[in-house]
Each structure stands twice: as C-alpha cells, then as structure tokens.
C-alpha cells in the first residue's frame, strides 16, 4: 500500500473490510459495501444578490472540499422566487477516491464535534439504496473557514453514496468507518491519530 493514503482508505481496507465479513458472513470481498463518492450540493437561490452570495458559496466550498465546485442552474422558472429557468443558483462538489476520504476524515474528526448541541446522526436519514443525505446548517463547523471573514452563513447538503444494498449495511458500514449515529451501539473502529 501507498505511504501517502489517506488514512480513512487505509482503515477501511485493513480494519472495516474484515469486519464487515466476519459481521455479515460475505462469501466475497467484492460484496462488502464501500464509500462510491461523495456528493456536495449547496444552494443560494433565495438569496437577494445571488451573484456575489454564489461568487462567495463557490470559494467557500472550494476551500472545504479541496475541490472547484461546478455551478448549477434552475431547472425551471418559480415566479414566487423570481427564478428564472437556466440561472445560476448554486454549485456541487462530486469527491471521489483520496480527496473523498480526505474529506470525510475531516468531517468525522473535526466538523461534527463543532457541531453545535450535536448528539449524533439520525438513521432516519437513509435511503432504501443504502445512500445517506446529512443537511449541514453551518459551514463554519469545518476548521478550514476563516470565520471572521464570513459575511453569510452557507448551508449545504451531503450526500454519502455507497454499494451497500440495504440500510443495516449502510449504518454497519459508516458506523464503522467513525460515524456517531443516535442509538448505535456499535463501537467505531476507525478512531482518530
């Protein structure tokens, strides 16, 4: 294995990959579940100058993510939020590989203990493919933000995708991998240097 491998790859494959065979009976090391990418998706729609809180969404994302954010446009035109179809309301950031479990070394280690009252994630928030959706209200939670340079707060949301085919191996995986869930009895086996 590579020296320079983030450490989140390295424990997946040494420490989470036997655990998850021994825990689930896996016949192959092709069926154990693993991170696919991870999907960043932010949104300054309803923002009064959309074009400088879009120009800063980019530059801050970009600074947490390591990664230049692609912007995207409105589907189709809302009067109600005078959207116009085809603006620029936000951008996303797809990670995969090392920058994906840079990223959620990060995440895991250092932005959910800033959480605010944070008491651990909700289970609710799997889908039936195994992929888990985090809203994230503040972006200042990431130690790479200079927060007295903030002039609005961003929100985002994170979308975990992965191969697992059910919810249990979804949570059996990330809880694994660190992830705090409420209610988990499961220990991480992934702890922080």
Request: net charge positive; charged share 25%; glycine share 6%.
């Amino acid at each position: 294995m590579k020296s320079d491998m983030p450490t989140f790859w390295k424990a997946y494959k040494e420490i989470v990959v036997p655990h998850l065979i021994s825990l689930n009976n896996y016949k192959n090391i092709h069926e154990v579940p693993k991170i696919v990418k991870i999907t960043i998706n932010c949104c300054v729609g309803s923002s009064g100058d959309i074009k400088v809180a879009l120009e800063e969404a980019v530059k801050e994302l970009a600074l947490i993510t390591g990664q230049q954010p692609v912007k995207t446009r409105a589907k189709k035109s809302i009067s109600n939020f005078k959207l116009r179809k085809g603006q620029e309301i936000g951008c996303m950031v797809t990670l995969r590989g090392a920058r994906m479990y840079e990223f959620l070394e990060r995440f895991v280690w250092a932005a959910l203990p800033r959480v605010r009252d944070f008491r651990g994630l909700p289970t609710r928030s799997f889908d039936s493919q195994g992929n888990y959706t985090i809203g994230i209200k503040d972006h200042t939670i990431f130690p790479e933000v200079d927060i007295e340079n903030i002039k609005r707060n961003l929100g985002f949301d994170l979308t975990i995708v992965t191969t697992a085919k059910t919810k249990k191996e979804a949570i059996d995986l990330l809880s694994a991998m660190g992830f705090p869930f409420i209610g988990e009895k499961n220990k991480p086996l992934v702890l922080s240097a």
